[in-house]
Each structure stands twice: as C-alpha cells, then as structure tokens.
C-alpha cells in the first residue's frame, strides 16, 4: 500500500492498527535484522554516585589485592561519605558489571591446541583399592597422548620421585616407545617451575637423558595446559575403579588397569584425527625406540647402620641384618624395594619398600646369621616371628651343634629360593627324623619354590647311610 502511494491514515484504517506505528516503518529506511541487544537500564540510585566508585575501583589497581576495596566497603563509604539511601545488591550489580565491561582482555579464555604427534602429557590421580585384604589409599598415574586421545595407566603408592620415574618407564613399555615431549604438572615430583624457572629432581634428569625426551613443566594452577591428562585422570577412575577393586597384589591391579586401558583406547576416538588407533600409529611413527636397557628407577644414599643392623630411609627402619651393625652403607631407594649393600658394592639385603612413617622393614633371612653365631639365643630371637609353629617346636629341641646347623643351611637355601621356601624344606626334613644340612635343605628348597612336589626327588638320606656318614636317625656317626 505503502509503494501504491497511500498515506499512513488510509493505511492504518485499512488494517486495523495504530496510525503512528504506521507512520513509524513506512519512513524507516532500513529493515533488516537488528541484534537484540539488551538496552542499559537507568538506574537513578545509583548513577549519581558513578564517578566516586569508579575512583575507588580504579585507584585500587595500583594497591594489593587483599587491600582493595569489597562491594561491602564501597556500601558503607557510600553511605558515610555520600549519604547514599540505595541498597546493597544494587551496589554489587554496578561493581560486577564495571568489572567484566573493563578486565576482558586478549589473555581472556583458551586456547584450542592441535598437539602434535609424539606428545605426552602426564598426571596425578587419587583413589582407594583393596589390596591383599587391606584398604589402601593409592595414586593413578595417567599418561595421555593429546593426538590420538590414547590413555594409560599405572597405580602407584606415592607421588615420589622413585615412584613417579618408574611409572613413566612402565609406561613407555606400555606404548612401545618412547614420546618425544612429556608435559608435566608443575606440582610432581620431576621438578618446579618458579618465575620461569625450571629445577628438576636429579633422578628425572637421569630419566630423561636414559630415554632421550623433552620434559614441559606446566604453569602453576594451570591445569589447562594439560587438559587431556587432567580429564582422562577423571575419565579412567570412573570407568576402571568403580567400584573399589579389590585384588591380591599391586601387579595385579596394574594388569587390571592395562586391560581396561587397552580396551578403551580400541574404541576410542581423537575429535580431530579419527579413530584413536589409526591416530595412535601417528604418535607411534613421531616416537622414539626404547633403549635396550630399561632405567632402574633407584636413588642411592649414604647410610650408617645402628648396632642392631637397622638403617633410616625416608623415616622408616630398615634391616640390613646384625652381620652389618655399626657399619656405613649403601641403600638403593626404588619404587618398591631397598638394595642395601656395603661400601664396596657387596650385598647385605633386600627389601620390600614402604613409605610409611614409622614402620619397620625387615627380611627374615638377614636375620639368619645371628642364631648361627649365637645359637644361645635363638629363644629370644626376632626371627621366630616368621617361622612357622611346627618348625620351632622341631629346632627347640636341638642341641647348640645341631641349632648352628640348620639355620645356617636354612640361610643358605633361602638365598637362592626364599626364606618361604626355606623353611618349609627344613620342616619337612625335620618331619622325616633328619637335622637339616646344606644340600637336603638346599635341593628341597629349590623344588619347592619352583612348584614341584615336595616328595619327588632324591632320597639323600639313602646316599648317606651308603656312604657311610649316617644312620637311620639321621645323626651322624
């Protein structure tokens, strides 16, 4: 009607509305879409006092920011100093909304990065696990590769050094090589980064240099920056660890782990390469060969041992055994044993490694020498903690040669076959009327703890009596 040439009343009366909303479109010039921007509200009670906050805001840039002023402090100058009769939230609107208007700036939001292959990231998760009956308290390692969206996996007992080493090297095997970047929290224990400034653990820099990678220590509580490492952390515990798994030992669970991995990296899919393990094979091709040798991931320290045979490490006491009292040695400190040795490299014992304070750690067959030189007091002697019943009842009733006799071959059987073993060979020798010796206890000790029947074998107390040295009883003549 508008283009026929007729006017806003004749318009207006012919559709039934508004003379002035007529008039108003048939002089617009542009019609197009408009963005439905939200108009700024007036607020009266408030814009009057605009300069004199702004003044506060913008001097509290130049002071500390636990000395700036609150919304609360603003209030209640406005009130003493301006006479202000508003309300508080209209005080905390106009703060709020003159902050987000002016702290925007290009440094604002993230970043999407495109990681290339070869790139690992790693992290740290917490979680709980029976273990052998016990509730533990464990860490996650996670390791991630950003291209392909592959995950791996490792329990750990702690976040130590020791622990942290071995479980990227266990890692590596897990993925076949070995990645050429790894981009780290900045809170692990491989290292710190301050006002720029990257310090790294000794027994990372060894590990880095064995396996030829880059390390990245990320900013601090700057989790972004490895954010496929932080969301598969959260990603595996669900769908692996729930519910709380409970499994016979460590290795176990880390075997657990490896197979679920596994079977989620298969199905997996990188949202910019496709399918994770065609993107895999990407990271794999951009990786390095494994070294031959694996790194033993092992801190050794310098130790003296008290007179008892005990060394500290981390604030736990370890046994070397009496035979080294009063002695300084050496410790190897792993993820999971202790290699205690001497000065010159000869071997005193190992030992399961624990991280709890307070605790003692011991193995029984260190513990062996001390009855063989002092037969007297095997009575009173530590060692009987872990021997069974039936065998003590056998050896208290031994004669002092006799006593010196059968720890030392139970010593030198568990060398080679365990102190588990050991024991249950003397037992059964015992059992069949005879004083355990190094060879019977040795040969038994060996089939026992290679799985085989405790009764097949060699009945040596027949070589004996043909040669001469025993009778029937089993005592010598």
């Known amino acids: 009607m508008d283009a026929d040439g007729a006017g806003p009343t004749e318009m207006a009366e012919a559709l039934g509305v508004c003379r002035n909303s007529v008039y108003k479109y048939s002089r617009m010039e542009d019609l197009s879409p408009q963005p439905p921007v939200a108009e700024r509200r007036k607020r009266p009670a408030i814009d009057r006092y605009a300069d004199f906050i702004v003044g506060m805001l913008v001097d509290d840039r130049s002071v500390p920011r636990k000395q700036r002023h609150s919304a609360q402090k603003i209030f209640d100058r406005l009130v003493a100093e301006q006479g202000y009769a508003g309300s508080y939230p209209t005080v905390c609107r106009f703060v709020r909304e003159w902050k987000l208007a002016r702290e925007q700036s290009p440094r604002d939001g993230f970043l999407e990065l495109d990681w290339a292959p070869g790139a690992m990231q790693a992290d740290y998760g917490a979680f709980t696990a029976t273990v052998a009956g016990e509730r533990l308290e464990l860490k996650l390692l996670v390791a991630t590769f950003p291209h392909s969206n592959a995950r791996f996996c490792i329990a750990m007992t702690c976040e130590k050094a020791e ?68 969301n598969a952390v959260g990603f595996l515990r669900r769908n692996l660890l729930v519910p709380v798994p409970s499994v016979p030992s460590l290795d176990a669970l880390n075997s657990m782990l490896l197979s679920g991995c596994r079977r989620i990296n298969a199905a997996a899919e990188s949202r910019l390469h496709g399918p994770a393990p065609k993107a895999f094979a990407e990271d794999l091709a951009a990786m390095m060969a494994l070294p031959g040798v694996r790194f033993d991931s092992v801190r050794w320290v310098h130790v003296r041992s008290d007179k008892r045979g005990y060394i500290q490490l981390g604030g736990v006491s370890c046994c070397a055994g009496p035979a080294w009292r009063s002695r300084d040695l050496l410790a190897g400190a792993g993820a999971r044993t202790v290699e205690i040795m001497d000065m010159h490299g000869r071997h005193a014992a190992s030992l399961p490694r624990s991280w709890r304070q307070g605790e003692l750690v011991r193995n029984p067959a260190s513990l062996v020498p001390a ?54 060979a003397a037992e059964r020798l015992f059992a069949e009327g005879r004083v355990p010796d190094d060879a019977s206890c040795d040969a038994l000790a060996r089939r026992i703890a290679s799985g085989g029947a405790e009764g097949a074998g060699v009945d040596l107390a027949a070589c004996d009596r043909l040669a001469g040295k025993g009778g029937s009883d089993g005592k010598r003549r």
């Open 163 to 230: 622990c942290f080493c071995e479980g990227l090297a266990e890692i590596f095997e897990m993925a076949g090589r070995a990645p050429r970047l790894v981009v780290l929290d900045n809170a692990t224990e491989a290292g710190r980064m301050l006002f720029g400034r990257v310090t790294e653990s000794k027994l990372f820099s060894q590990l880095r240099a064995h396996y030829r990678f880059e390390a990245r220590f990320c900013n601090p509580d700057s989790g972004n920056e490895k954010g496929s490492a932080e």
């Open 371 to 424: 009855p063989v030189a002092r037969p007297g007091a095997f009575g009173e002697s530590v060692i009987r903690r872990d021997m069974p019943e039936a065998l003590l009842s056998h050896m208290d009733r031994l004669e002092k040669d006799d006593l010196r006799r059968a720890p030392r071959a139970m010593g030198r059987a568990s060398d080679a076959s365990g102190f588990d073993a050991a024991c249950q």
